[in-house]
């Protein structure tokens, strides 16, 4: 069975950095597709915000975090990271992260429809 464990999150100022992570077990982020996502309130959409392919390392960035958060992975460890710089207030979410069989634009723009296996998720506030 497949299992994720984030971690790395917490409080940080506004223009801080955070490096999150994302241990895997049950299967390889070498072969599948990995993405983060983020949810900032109960009531509101969990949406994909950087996803990288299984196949080779292309990535996909939202918008709102493109030029500021860079996913990478380590095979040899098994897990996944993201590296969030010049964090702003409206970072502030709970991050979980997915894997799965897939290309990584989908996984950002549709992987809430077709994912059922998320972590418990890691807090990121950034409050000055």
């Known amino acids: 069975q497949v299992q994720l464990v984030e971690s790395g999150g917490g409080s940080v100022q506004p223009g801080g950095s955070l490096r999150l992570s994302c241990a895997v077990s049950g299967t390889s982020v070498q072969y599948e597709a990995v993405g ?22 292309n990535t996909y960035y939202r918008e709102a975090v493109r030029g500021r958060f860079t996913i990478s992975r380590d095979a040899a460890k098994n897990t996944a990271y993201l590296q969030m710089d010049s964090l702003k207030p409206e970072d502030t979410a709970v991050y979980y992260c997915a894997i799965h069989k897939t290309t990584e634009s989908a996984m950002c723009i549709m992987g809430t429809t077709f994912i059922n296996n998320w972590g418990q998720g890691t807090q990121v506030t950034v409050s000055s």
């Open 36 to 57: 983060w996502f983020r949810q900032a309130s109960p009531g509101q959409e969990r949406e994909g915000i950087a996803c990288i392919s299984g196949r080779n390392d």
